[in-house]
């Protein structure tokens, strides 16, 4: 048996392409049925919102290949080679353990893959769709997965600035816990800062943004924060510690020449692009103002860090395919093995059956003959058995199976 890979990712496809093979577990067994109409073999269905990959394994790997680009293009198109990536063999296995390790993630590192990764499997085994050959990749990129996440624990590096202006926040007032804090916007940005600022347990979050709604709605979603009209930012300076300002207006929301009178430090946290508040504003007294380009410097290291450390994972995930491209190969000659067992099972007991219709021996002797003549036969095979499995060219390797299986009559 072989295997293969064949998919799309964000890589390779925009997403109103990847949105027509976002599979549903319906369809996920709606395409393993039609495959295993036309071809044996066995199939995972890998299907998140940043790829779709179709794993088989087959003996005739070319013809399961085949099956498989045939049915994605009657879903895409004409245009389905265009943003498809086919991979077989130990280019296929180093895919899945890279994706499985969250290399192949547009979030270098990210956890979430290695869960819907064995989701994919485990749906596949209930399914009764994936055997030996795949069980065996799956389980192995799962666990190579998880031992990366634990050793080299690169999602301790975010790249997130919603994370990065939090941690960052924390350094400058030492701790975020009990303090009062405004957020300016309720878009993404804003929501991610919502939801790391949670964890810090603030005494109390205000949300404000130019649509009253929008703030209630994000502030009921989290269960987080009170929302607060926009028109009453700049009095709410004089209560808060800190301020999050990630607004998607192209003016200016927070100006030198409206800013209250201060009596206390005040940090301003700017990720809004183009800028929320004015530059000036961080000259007055008791203000701190800071904007991305504050952020950029921890950005950049926890980028170059991950990057490190992604090496370090690849090194650990070609190890971890080395053994189970090793392992795949020897399930290529099982069969030949175990017909040489068998034959040797066979003349074992025609001759043995043989010896005592035609002499009269003890139960000691015939125990002994029975013996020896079982290993006369596994002797005799030994060295064949051993070359056919140490054999690393698999062309010679395969031609050498064909040769035994021809000379034993298996």
């Known amino acids: 048996m072989d295997i293969a890979v064949i998919g799309l990712s964000h890589d390779t496809a925009p997403v109103h392409i990847r949105e027509k093979v976002s599979f549903s577990d319906s369809k996920k067994i709606e395409i393993i049925d039609a495959l295993l109409e036309k071809e044996p073999l066995e199939c995972i269905i890998l299907s998140t919102c940043n790829r779709s990959e179709i794993y088989v394994a087959a003996n005739h790997i070319d013809k399961a290949k085949e099956e498989v680009i045939r049915l994605l293009t009657t879903i895409l198109g004409d245009e389905a080679e265009k943003y498809l990536y086919v991979n077989t063999g130990d280019v296929a296995?180093?895919?899945?353990f890279e994706v499985a390790a969250g290399l192949k993630s547009i979030v270098?590192?990210?956890?979430?893959?290695?869960?819907?990764?064995?989701?994919a499997h485990t749906f596949s085994m209930e399914i009764g769709a994936s055997g030996k050959v795949l069980n065996k990749l799956f389980r192995e990129a799962v666990t190579c997965g998880k031992l990366i996440r634990s050793q080299l624990k690169i999602s301790e590096y975010p790249l997130s600035i919603s994370y990065i202006g939090i941690k960052f926040l924390k350094e400058q007032?030492?701790?975020?816990?009990g303090k009062k804090i405004l957020v300016l916007g309720a878009g993404?940005?804003?929501?991610?800062a919502l939801k790391y600022l949670a964890l810090e347990e603030?005494?109390?979050?205000?949300?404000?943004?130019r649509t009253f709604c929008k703030a209630s709605d994000l502030a009921a979603d989290l269960e987080c924060g009170i929302p607060v009209g926009f028109d009453k930012r700049y009095e709410l300076l004089e209560e808060v510690d800190?301020?999050?300002?990630?607004?998607?207006?192209?003016?200016?929301?927070?100006?030198?020449?409206?800013?209250?009178?201060?009596?206390k430090p005040l940090v301003i946290l700017d990720i809004a692009m183009p800028r929320d508040v004015e530059s000036t504003?961080?000259?007055?007294?008791?203000?701190?103002?800071?904007?991305?380009?504050?952020?950029?410097d921890i950005s950049d290291k926890n980028s170059a860090k991950r990057e490190e450390l992604a090496k370090e994972a690849k090194s650990m995930t070609d190890s971890s395919v080395v053994e189970f491209m090793t392992w795949l190969k020897m399930t290529k000659v099982d069969p030949t093995i175990r017909s040489?067992?068998?034959?040797?099972?066979?003349i074992h007991e025609d001759s043995m059956h043989y010896i005592q219709n035609k002499l009269e021996l003890t139960p000691r002797e015939y125990k002994i003959i029975d013996k020896m003549m079982m290993a006369s036969l596994k002797r005799l095979i030994r060295e064949p058995v051993k070359a056919l499995k140490e054999m690393d060219d698999e062309g010679k390797q395969e031609a050498y199976r064909k040769v035994l299986e021809e000379l034993f009559e298996l």
């Open 242 to 263: 800190v301020v999050i300002t990630s607004t998607a207006s192209p003016h200016l929301v927070l100006m030198k020449d409206q800013m209250p009178q201060l009596h």
């Open 93 to 96: 296995a180093v895919h899945v």
């Open 108 to 119: 270098l590192g990210e956890d979430q893959i290695l869960g819907q990764v064995r989701d």
């Open 173 to 177: 007032v030492g701790t975020l816990k």
């Open 281 to 296: 504003v961080g000259k007055l007294g008791h203000v701190e103002l800071f904007d991305v380009d504050d952020l950029q």
């Open 202 to 209: 603030p005494s109390i979050v205000y949300i404000a943004n």
């Open 188 to 192: 993404k940005m804003s929501k991610l």
């Open 340 to 346: 040489l067992n068998a034959k040797c099972q066979e």
